[in-house]
């Protein structure tokens, strides 16, 4: 059984940052593919970063240059490294793992970040 646990969201002024990271559990070892996603108020979930095993990564144009994801494959945690943060990117958060970050299998609880114009 594979378990994600992210943490790291919370409430920031515009222009801050915040560090969301995503701990994985579980038979993971053939899964190649991790990402973060996002879901404001009455919008569509959407891919915000995905990165693979090897390190190669992906971004959403609305975050690219503000936001840097990455991956300790030793010990089994994402990070997205959030900076210049504005009102727009108030969303829950969701770390995902799977074949491929734009098909992700599994699904961590959602970390809430907020941020206040």
């Known amino acids: 059984q594979v378990q994600l646990v992210a943490s790291g969201g919370g409430l920031v002024q515009a222009g801050g940052s915040l560090r969301l990271s995503c701990a994985a559990s579980g038979d993971i070892f053939h899964i190649n593919g991790m990402g ?19 390190g190669r990564t992906n971004y959403a144009d609305s975050v690219k240059g503000r936001f840097t994801i990455s991956r300790d494959n030793a010990k089994n945690t994402l990070y997205l490294q959030m900076n210049s943060l504005k009102p727009e990117d108030t969303a829950v958060y969701y770390c995902t793992l799977g074949v491929s970050y734009y098909a992700p299998r599994y699904w961590g609880q959602g970390t809430q970040v907020t941020v206040s114009s």
């Open 36 to 54: 973060w996603y996002r879901q404001a108020p009455g919008k569509q979930r959407e891919l915000v970063a995905g990165i693979t095993s090897g």
